[in-house]
């Protein structure tokens, strides 16, 4: 990242500012404002209704700075001990039923050596529950914090801090004191003489854009000031905590220096750490759950987050209940996200999905905008249609079965209906749009990262690495005998050897190459369920469905599809598992990537297989009446449906995208909300409808559902799998982006209502990114550039009429290709077949006597093929080698041209804004300024103490 490589640092202490100031303005980013970049972004307690003070923890210390008595309240409450003053930082349960007890007391007891404070509760509702209560003292949270490098406040040396607001550096200390410092390297700046033009550039798209901007409605998408109000500015340096530079930190109470979530962070930390048993393998609470000593184990949230009063007239009550009415609530829908208090709550990892969540909806909406554009086109363009009309008069047309033996013979007008749907998304403007949104996949991952370098700029994690990451503890236990020492730190950690890495990646690979073959193998279970239903479909007693037999076959078959899907995906979550734990990864950001990595691409093939089958080969490879392909020698292969295959594919991405989008937000809220419903059923009928407000908060959130193991896995996962319908076959449902923006408008709220109200306080983390997910996203970008020039060239007719217009129709050599130049293309894109050229299995059961009266002689079918009677029956025409040939040739053209635009987008839009790169340059020049000042002042000094002391000074500077 070049904002945290650009600098030269003397020290190993970093620095770099909290996120207390105003966000910098990206004013060239378009949707800024749906994420609430000016949304108020503050981390104070003065959001929060002083009259119930022991909502939070801040509120209890805030008392004792002014020496008052800690209520009563705090007692009761559940998020303090006994006393009333140790605020809860972590939640352990186990039942006492649980046989496991050895292996509790060790761990209990090594949790008192680390110096945290315990405190046992059973139960209200279960006295076989116990909760075991933990407290970090702050001498444990200084120890820790030092080690996990926690960045807090300090006090810098400034010469110029008179006046001046800080400003985001790096820092070391020197002569006593904080000195920032934060040089660029000669490559840096370099790299940014190159940019010069691509800013030049920037400068003027973003004037087009603000201009833009004062158009919009933005006053309706905007935070109510009235409940999130303009806090004071308090900026301030942060570096990783010390304790021998302790006196540097700005404390003003040791309860509220560190806060709620850094505070269950370290003790966290620590339980990941501490052994259960006698050996270097038996350590962590992650094993202690996985084997049932422990039921479960969270941080609390702070309080409820709902009240009685008013949040405009009396305040929120704790940050829950503000998160809950400005974010989490349905009536806010409309509104900005205050990802800050986002941050604050649940941390930098959680902040930063629902910042990219609300980037790529905000970018949707041109997108969806130009798709339904699109879609409307094709209907109002629809009753101008040659080729509809050839279609819906093409009663005397009769084309040949499209199944053996109980296919009937059908007129081409019987298609009348399919082929004006195909009109709506197989129109003149589907090029342009597949372009587009390959264009439009390009400036939304490159805007975000121009936006992703501003959050990081505002939350602190410019200068965080992934080194700071912490060696995951199965790691430490599997290789704590083979040590080296790190080249960044110095100091030893264990070691995997590179041959133990290669083999257990090797099977890694095996096994995700196995899966990949598991579903190839399926969807070819689902051919051959297309290929014999359509013959039973046929045969069907109703007419509707008989009439109708290749729909039927494509709709259950897209339904089983589904299931299947489903299905699989349990057994790929298992399998991604078992590879990524045996591949042992050193840290929990490798652990994840290597775990994304497989269900990513367990679940894309799983999902787009039949989609890729129906897009590129249905169709493709059936042969031609009197000499079909077979699958097996028994089964004739589908062929598409006579208005084409774009109706199939449409049905499949349309119905897929539905369901799962569908399914996912009942899985994601509806399966929490019933579980909590029948749990707080149960308990009003025990204790009544008192009985759940007196329940300590601890209880409270017990009894909700706790997050899923892998995190946000799957909240990404959804929304990447969503991006790939987007992008990949746009060009065959121009839809997409529009459902897509639908889906995530709600989205949005369900996420952030499921996060506020059903699910347990997940522990807050921090990242500096989206991580692998942005690769993936990239490698989606450009296959879809790949998949759209072969939906256009293979799928659809475009490129068929477009030879007709311009080589057989009747303006051939003229230049035109209006409708008019569509005449006869119906008729010249069917070949003739004679009847009694059929094989005997595939010779239908009607004659096709109810057409004419009289057996049919001659039908037709999709291809373009020379007659039976010419001197090579049912060779290939001229026409098809000219169409083949304008479809590689397109497919070339259209892949190189977008690949262009693409890469000169990505060139010409810098990684970092023109505004936050020249606060940092301001930030180095100010640096350079209090450096030499720094020094000037201690020249100065040894001058006066050599003079003083009666030593001569000649020759030295200044």
Request: charge should be positive; aromatic fraction near 14%; charged fraction near 25%.
């Amino acid at each position: 990242m070049e904002a945290s490589s650009s600098g030269s640092t003397i020290s190993s202490v970093t620095g770099g500012k909290a996120k207390t100031h105003q966000p910098a303005k990206d004013v060239n980013i378009f949707f800024d404002e749906l994420e609430g970049v000016n949304s108020p972004s503050k981390d104070d307690d003065s959001l929060l209704h002083h009259g119930n003070l022991t909502s939070t923890s801040d509120d209890a210390s805030r008392l004792e700075v002014v020496g008052e008595e800690v209520p009563d309240k705090n007692k009761t409450n559940g998020l303090y001990f006994r006393d009333g003053k140790c605020r809860i930082d972590y939640i352990l349960v186990y039942r006492k039923s649980n046989p496991q007890t050895e292996k509790r007391e060790v761990f209990e007891r090594n949790i008192r050596a680390e110096g945290l404070q315990m405190e046992k509760e059973s139960s209200l509702t279960n006295s076989d529950i116990i909760f075991v209560k933990l407290h970090a003292p702050w001498e444990v949270l200084g120890k820790y914090a030092e080690l996990m490098n926690v960045r807090m406040p300090f006090r810098p040396f400034n010469p110029f801090s008179a006046g001046a607001p800080c400003i985001l550096v790096r820092c070391c200390f020197l002569n006593g004191h904080f000195i920032e410092i934060n040089g660029r390297s000669r490559r840096s700046r370099r790299k940014i003489y190159y940019l010069h033009r691509r800013y030049k550039f920037m400068n003027r798209i973003e004037k087009q854009i603000s201009r833009f901007r004062g158009w919009l409605p933005r006053k309706p998408m905007k935070l109510d000031k009235e409940t999130l109000p303009d806090l004071e500015e308090n900026d301030c340096y942060t570096a990783p905590f010390s304790q021998q530079r302790i006196h540097h930190f700005i404390i003003h109470n040791k309860e509220t220096f560190f806060n709620n979530a850094t505070r269950s962070r370290i003790v966290h930390h620590i339980l990941q750490r501490v052994k259960y048993e006698e050996g270097k393998n038996k350590i962590g609470l992650n094993r202690l759950l996985s084997n049932g000593s422990y039921e479960a184990a969270f941080p609390l949230h702070e309080g409820s987050y709902r009240s009685k009063n008013s949040i405009k007239t009396h305040g929120a009550e704790n940050h829950r209940h503000l998160l809950y009415e400005c974010w989490a609530s349905w009536g806010v829908w409309y509104k900005y996200q205050p990802l800050d208090l986002v941050r604050r709550y649940f941390g930098e990892k959680i902040g930063l999905y629902f910042a990219w969540l609300g980037w790529y909806t905000g970018m949707l909406f041109p997108a969806a905008f130009i798709g339904l554009f699109v879609f409307l086109y094709g209907v109002t363009t629809l009753n101008h249609c040659q080729v509809s009309k050839e279609v819906c008069q093409a009663t005397d047309i009769i084309m040949c079965p499209i199944c053996d033996k109980y296919c009937p013979f059908m007129r081409l007008s019987d298609s009348c209906i399919y082929a004006k749907v195909t009109h709506l998304f197989d129109n003149g403007a589907t090029v342009f749009f597949a372009v587009f949104m390959a264009v439009w996949a390009t400036v939304f991952l490159e805007f975000w990262k121009r936006r992703r370098a501003v959050i990081a700029y505002d939350w602190d994690l410019i200068d965080w690495e992934e080194e700071e990451e912490e060696i995951r503890p199965q790691f430490e236990a599997k290789y704590s005998k083979k040590e080296r020492m790190n080249p960044i730190s110095g100091k030893p950690e264990p070691y995997q050897a590179f041959a133990d890495k290669c083999s257990r990646l090797i099977v890694s690979a095996s096994g995700i190459f196995f899966m990949i073959c598991v579903v190839i193998a399926a969807v070819f279970g689902i051919v051959i369920y297309r290929v014999v239903t359509v013959s039973t479909f046929a045969a069907f007693k109703w007419a509707l469905i008989r009439n109708n037999s290749q729909v039927a076959t494509t709709g259950t078959a897209v339904c089983i599809n589904f299931c299947i899907i489903m299905l699989l995906n349990v057994l790929y979550e298992k399998v991604a598992l078992f590879l990524t734990n045996l591949e042992q990864p050193r840290t929990e950001s490798e652990w994840e990537n290597s775990f994304t990595l497989k269900m990513f691409l367990f679940q894309f093939v799983n999902l787009n297989s039949s989609t890729f089958y129906i897009a590129f080969f249905l169709g493709r490879f059936t042969g031609h009446p009197g000499a079909y392909l077979r699958l097996i020698n028994r089964w004739r292969l589908e062929e598409c449906h006579p208005s084409g295959c774009l109706i199939d594919l449409c049905m499949q991405m349309g119905i897929i995208m539905v369901l799962k989008q569908t399914w996912n937000n009942f899985m994601e809220l509806g399966y929490p909300l019933i579980q909590n419903w029948w749990t707080r059923r149960k308990l009003r009928q025990e204790y009544g409808t008192q009985g759940k407000t007196s329940f300590p908060q601890w209880e409270k959130d017990y009894n909700l559902q706790p997050m899923n193991a892998y995190g946000l896995f799957d909240e990404y996962l959804e929304m990447i799998l969503q991006f790939g319908f987007t992008t990949i076959f746009v060009a065959a449902f121009p839809l997409a982006p529009l459902l897509a923006l639908l889906n995530n408008i709600i989205e949005i709220r369900l996420d952030a209502y499921k996060f506020v109200t059903q699910w347990r306080r997940p522990l807050a983390s921090r990242a500096k990114d989206i991580g692998i997910w942005y690769g993936i996203l990239e490698g989606i970008g450009i296959l879809s550039v790949i998949t759209n020039a072969f939906v256009i060239a293979v799928t659809s007719d475009f490129i068929p009429r477009l030879v007709y217009a311009y080589k057989y129709g009747p303006c051939a050599g003229q230049g035109e290709a209006g409708q008019k130049c569509m005449v006869g293309y119906v008729n010249a894109s069917l070949s003739v077949f004679l009847v009694s050229d059929f094989e005997n299995r595939s010779e239908p059961t009607s004659n096709g006597s109810e057409f004419s009266g009289s057996p049919l002689k001659y039908c037709r079918y999709r291809d373009y093929r020379d007659p039976p009677h010419s001197p090579v029956p049912y060779g290939y025409t001229l026409q098809f080698w000219h169409v083949l040939a304008a479809r590689l040739a397109f497919i070339i053209v259209f892949e190189h041209l977008v690949f262009c635009i693409k890469h000169l987008i990505s060139y010409l839009i810098p990684d970092l804004p023109k505004d936050l790169r020249d606060r940092m340059r301001r930030e180095k020049y100010l640096i350079q300024e209090m450096m030499y000042e720094a020094e000037l002042e201690r020249l100065q000094k040894e001058r006066k103490e050599r003079k003083k002391n009666g030593k001569s000074y000649h020759n030295e500077w200044p």
